[in-house]
DNA sequence: CGACATGTTGAACCTCATCAACCGACGTGG
DNA sequence: CCACGTCGGTTGATGAGGTTCAACATGTCG
């Protein structure tokens, strides 16, 4: 397992060449620290549409998002459905302190994720300050995220909110800076989501969504190179339609 | 200020009478600790309608809840609202880690909060990890709540809508034990906000929420003695209304 | 090739928003 | 003391935005 090197140097194993370590919860950690936690991760494939955790099992795991999309859903008992959470690398997944899921996590696309057994990561986010600090902020954002979704849901329309899932996949293929087309640098992205998974982080049915991308295509706000694959020629055309909040100043 | 006392005993001023000193984040803390945070305290009155902090301003300052309803609130350009939360006692009030404020805080009722000056607490959060794992449960029951009302928002019809909030009202003043009513100890409380507010709750208009609750009235599901004071004869029938989430066990 | 999943489009319907009138309570000033 | 405006709430009539139901297109896999 652990190659032969001098005994100073820890062996970090697979975490060495994660792609996440710096953005993940993990870059709280020394060297050191990160060579127990390589210890008690394990890598995990999991096909688009797998589920991850359910809400009927007790919480199992965390992990980080390494590579794909995973989607958190709740369902009610007539069976309606809603996304309550989207997490991209790095993410965290997994509910803390807690014995029971809140919610289902299923694969939105094929997924990449590191796996930490529940009663270890506890005690790890016990005895590293750091660590259980760097999952607060992490919190914090998600908090943030979700009261943001919350405006959506409540007060925008069909057309805002389809515009403002696009403008949220946008700027992060912006920061992420992955074009995918050679279209002169456009901001490019491809859908992780099918239609009715669209629908149900939007709170709409297929139908609509449909619909309103079918119009957001015409207007020329957007262009498609396929059914999964969006151009944005305009940011802030797109920005102006998805509705945006208050800003700052007055 | 302080009372002539024996020097082991740490003064702990105002907190040794705050009703909500254990089940706020100042549970965390030894009476040593609590001395200190006497000092860095300062209670404020906030009469209904007054904006406690605004998204324009930076974070000033943190606060417990005292008292009263304190209603989150995120507005479109247009002027559209959404309350993306609510603070009851002992809630904790303020986006810790980060310069600005994602949100309007404003008093619903009257309100009475302890706050703390933003550098001191923060500095506070360091010193005492105790102190900052509490905050950090607390910020992950309302990211559970958060995510809850996602599904309300996003899924549910407007008599749903209607009804889980009397619901979330009701399984308050149940667990809280306050019950102002006489009526044989059917859950009984005060609605805390207008029908402008819960509308901007429920992501509905006030004419919708009016014409909710009189069905609901109708329908004897729930009793008014007065436009504020609701009883709930029957916690299930008003719970099977409100359009459960599904249950846990399959 | 047929079966199935994903997505699009059309037509009818329905829930909820909009606009408007009205009510009672309250406070204020002439 | 009463007229007046305001505020919170209720109720009615109307219509638009989105859902529902249905048909069809496209792509994929055995």
Redesign the interface.
């Known amino acids: 397992m652990s190659s032969p090197s001098v005994e100073t140097v820890p062996d970090l194993g697979r975490c060495d060449h994660c792609a996440v370590r710096h953005q993940a919860v993990c870059g709280a950690l020394s060297d050191q620290e990160l060579s127990r936690v390589n210890q008690l991760a394990r890598r995990r494939t999991i096909s688009a549409g797998q589920i991850i955790m359910s ?2 099992d007790p919480v199992e795991f965390f992990a980080n998002v390494v590579s794909g999309v995973i989607k ?1 859903t ?5 069976g ?3 996304i ?2 989207l997490l991209f690398p790095p993410d965290f997944l997994g ?4 014995t ?1 899921n ?2 289902f996590a299923e694969a939105a696309t094929d997924v990449e994720i590191c796996c930490f057994a529940h009663d270890g990561f506890e005690r790890l986010l016990k005895e590293y ?1 750091d660590l ?2 760097r ?3 992490k ?2 954002n ?3 995220s ?6 959506l ?4 329309t069909a057309e805002e909110k389809v515009a403002s899932f696009l403008l949220l996949l946008a700027r992060r293929a912006a920061v992420t800076g992955c074009s995918h087309a050679s279209a002169a640098l456009l901001p490019t992205f491809q859908l992780p989501l099918t239609r009715s998974d669209i629908a149900d982080y ?2 709409l049915t297929i139908e609509t969504v449909s619909r309103q991308i079918t119009r957001l295509k015409t207007t020329g706000i957007i262009k498609l190179l396929d059914n999964r694959l969006f151009v944005v020629p305009d940011m802030d055309a797109l920005a102006k339609i998805a ?8």
């Open positions: 809400d009927e958190l709740k369902t009610l008992v007539d309606r459905q809603q309550v959470g509910r803390a302190f807690s029971s809140p919610y300050p259980e600090h999952l607060f902020e919190t914090l998600e908090l943030d979700a009261r943001e979704w919350m405006v849901l409540g007060r925008k939007l709170g509705g945006q909040e208050l800003p700052p100043v007055h």
